[in-house]
């Protein structure tokens, strides 16, 4: 069965620097892999998918992952945080005839 | 604007009641979900129906219960609440199982 790891529960940067929030996922088949944000209060916003094409893929709001099968990860990177980037991050993943598992989540804080 | 409807958006229910949670989507979408959100736990899947008529269960789902009627429309019934049950409620919606998931605002259920 698939499941997704979600390495750190919280990660804080300063604006403007590099956020990397990392995710590792197990799946017996090629993997569909997704990002999502969770603002407080509300319900989860789609940031990006990975469904077999390209291996960098880009989202919104300036954040990208790459999907790197020998390393089975699927890491979600921004070049420059801003404050409004802090959030809940979930990544997920489908074998793409199941439902989606989702991770634990990465709380992220930016500090001015 | 096209979306999931969820009712109601937070309750506090007696231990021993039975309560439905509603979810609707006018999307057209195959996939329906019901997840539960826990601080530290993420997002675990209760439910889920592939196509109207079609139910399944997920990772956590004793005490809950569901039904598929139509395509727009995905209860979510407690049948008698315990206190274990206190949580944050999301009903999602896919057009198949392996595109993405669209989610609905939550509701927050506590059980006294």
């Known amino acids: 069965a698939q499941s997704v790891t979600q390495l750190g529960s919280h990660v804080s940067v300063s604006e403007g620097a590099l956020v990397l929030l990392r995710c590792n996922y197990s799946s017996s088949v090629p993997p569909y892999l997704f990002w999502y944000v969770q603002y407080p209060n509300q319900g989860l916003q789609l940031l990006l998918k990975y469904t077999s094409a390209a291996t960098l893929v880009k989202g919104i709001n300036g954040f990208e992952a790459e999907f790197k099968k020998s390393e089975t990860s699927f890491h979600l990177t921004k070049p420059s945080a801003h404050m409004s980037d802090a959030a809940e991050y979930f990544c997920?993943?489908?074998?793409?005839?199941?439902?989606?598992?989702f991770g634990k989540g990465t709380r992220l804080s930016v500090i001015a | 604007i096209a979306g999931i409807t969820q009712a109601p958006t937070s309750q506090i229910l007696a231990a021993g009641r039975r309560m439905t949670l509603r979810c609707t989507q006018d999307?057209?979408?195959?996939?329906m979900y019901w997840y539960r959100q826990d601080l530290g736990l993420g997002l675990r899947l209760i439910h889920y129906?592939?196509?109207?008529?079609?139910?399944g269960k997920g990772e956590v789902p004793d005490g809950y219960s569901v039904s598929r009627a139509n395509t727009d429309d995905f209860p979510l019934t407690l049948a008698s609440a315990v206190p274990s049950q206190t949580s944050v409620y999301f009903c999602?919606?896919?057009?198949?199982?392996?595109?993405?998931?669209?989610f609905g605002q939550g509701t927050r259920l506590t059980v006294v």
């Open positions: 129906s592939n196509t109207a008529g079609t139910t």
């Open positions: 999602a919606s896919s057009l198949y199982r392996n595109t993405e998931a669209f």
């Open positions: 997920a993943v489908s074998e793409g005839n199941t439902p989606l598992v």
């Open positions: 999307m057209r979408h195959n996939a």
